[in-house]
């Protein structure tokens, strides 16, 4: 690692692929294709995923450990609101419905549920953490005329 990278720094890299329809690519080469339209995710729905993957990740690799889900649905919802002309998101709410092997390691895991997404909330899921403490988001703009690549 060169001694300029942050090694703090997340980012993503968002491309158009058409109107209203977007690729976003991390730098591992993952990527998920969003937007507005017939098969999409919106930007709203990916903000609830996140929401939900982080801390579905937090419960699922601790549990994971004593035993295997036989099933593990987290439901995550909100209303898009709209006050003085500006959307946002509230009442975020997440559902866990998760279910082990009755077994001994099952029934550990079981056990350790409530406890995990109580943490996740309050200490380790980054995305919902930042969402509720308000982040503030800054801008920078480059515009260009003409048939530009990259």
């Not at 209203?20 to 709203?44: K, M, W």
């Amino acid at each position: 690692m060169s001694e300029n990278e942050d090694p703090t720094l997340r980012s993503v890299e968002l491309t158009r692929t058409a109107t209203a329809r977007y690729t976003v690519r991390n730098d591992a080469g993952a990527e998920i294709e969003f937007g507005h339209g017939e098969g999409l995710l919106s930007p709203v729905e990916l903000l609830l995923a996140a929401i939900a993957g982080c801390s579905a990740i937090d419960v699922d690799t601790v549990t994971a450990r004593s035993a295997e889900p036989t099933s593990f649905r987290v439901a995550a919802t909100g209303h898009k609101v709209v006050e003085d002309g500006a959307s946002r998101v509230d009442g975020l709410h997440m559902s866990f419905n998760v279910a082990f092997p009755d077994t001994v390691d099952g029934r550990k895991a079981a056990g350790m549920v409530e406890r995990l997404v109580d943490l996740s909330h309050e200490k380790y899921c980054t995305v919902s953490r930042t969402v509720e403490r308000g982040t503030p988001v800054s801008n920078e703009v480059h515009v260009a005329l003409g048939n530009t690549e990259g």
